[in-house]
């Protein structure tokens, strides 16, 4: 069985590979016009291709100093169970560690079961201390 070479780079997918593969992966889909106003506003960016296709993504966005947010992690659903989540959290964790400042707040959202993935990476619940909220437009 011959292992799978794919290409890592550090940098924001298409606007159309990153709505295709939130969708494939079962993230909640975006219009185009906020893919193409949140992707450029980035901070970091980690995009996995195997050849010319999207297949893992993750970003940190926020305001480069004292909060940062990880979001948009995913992996089509071909390509789980391979490692690909945790590469992009350590991408993702080696960036933080070398960029955000003391007392830097790195928060995210988790959904079962990547909420075990993060905690091998240091995160922590805020409940009961404080709970996580929302609102969509």
Known sequence: ??????????????????????KESGLSEKSIEAAER?????????????GE?????????GDNGC????V???VAPHYQGQGLGKRIMKEIMDYLENKAPKSAYVSLIAD??????YEKFGFTYTYPKSHGMYKKY
């Open 1 to 22: 069985m011959t292992k799978l070479q794919y290409e890592i780079v550090h940098e924001v997918p298409t606007v159309q590979d990153y709505l295709r593969l939130r």
């Open 38 to 50: 949140g992707l450029k506003n980035s901070l970091f960016a980690v995009s996995i291709y195997d």
């Open 53 to 61: 296709t999207l297949i893992g993504m993750g970003r940190v966005i």
């Open 67 to 70: 909060f940062y947010q990880i």
């Open 72 to 74: 948009d992690i995913a």
């Open 112 to 117: 079962a079961p990547a909420n075990k993935l």
